[in-house]
């Protein structure tokens, strides 16, 4: 039996049209889709992704509308309301996120960003937001190793640096001399484990060490060459604005990888392509 997860995406079985919208089936029940949210191939029997929540009137509804976290996760989130039950942030769909005064660090102000975390209450069975975020995160782990690449969400400014929440389960830093250009607290960017210190604590990088990129490259370029026939228009003479839209890296990371190849006679090199041996 098909049962719907609140605020999850979700695959569901359209079931039948009303003039509100498409039912969906949720095993216990249909959940509705309304008409603004219906897409071409939106067909009795066929399957349609959406995400489910309560709407203003604690009904559920699906909505192809993307929130900007789903349950369990973190964003950076705007604070747009207040009333006597708490602060009402921003979460990219019609119904905004409430964060009661008790799941609240400090309190809220209209206008600001915040980093908040979506859990269903399950009395309620509604969605509802925290900034008490450190319950819900590690603060050590055995579970990453050195140069995973991870998505990090920047939580905070320290005196170090930027406190970064990893895969949304662990808390992770970035120091000072790690950070290169622009990066503010709520941006979303991809990162590498730096090293997990002996306390279990991660140190991060946004960089792999050049070694370990050329090493990811290679395997890249073999990957793009088999799915290509063996041949990709790009050379050690391509242009870098070339290069950085095809693997986004600078046009000497790209060489030091073609060389690489070369040596081990994995590919030939010409003015105008590379072809796998």
Known sequence: ????????????????????????????????????YIYEGCEIGETADVFVY????????????????????????????????????????????????????????????????VYLDEKTQRLVGTTKLNKYLNDETTEYVEDQEVDLLIAARTDLGYKAIINHTNWGLLYEDQVFGDLKVGHKVTGYVYMTRPDGKIDLSLHLPAEKKVEALTTQIINELDENGGTLPLSDKSPPEAIYEAFSVSKKTFKRALGSLYKDKLIMIESDKITKL
């Open 1 to 36: 039996m098909v049962m719907a997860s609140i605020g999850q995406w979700n695959t569901l079985e359209i079931v039948d049209r009303i003039d509100a919208g498409l039912l969906l089936d949720a095993g216990d029940c249909n959940i509705l889709m309304p008409n603004r």
């Open 54 to 117: 309560p709407d203003t009137t604690d009904r559920l509804i699906a909505t192809t509308e993307r929130p900007y976290a789903v349950v369990g996760e973190f964003a950076s989130l705007r604070c747009v309301d207040l009333n006597p039950t708490g602060a009402f942030v921003e979460l990219g769909l019609l119904k905004q996120l409430l964060v009661p005064y008790a799941m609240q660090s400090h309190e809220l102000e209209v206008g600001k960003d915040y980093i908040v975390r």
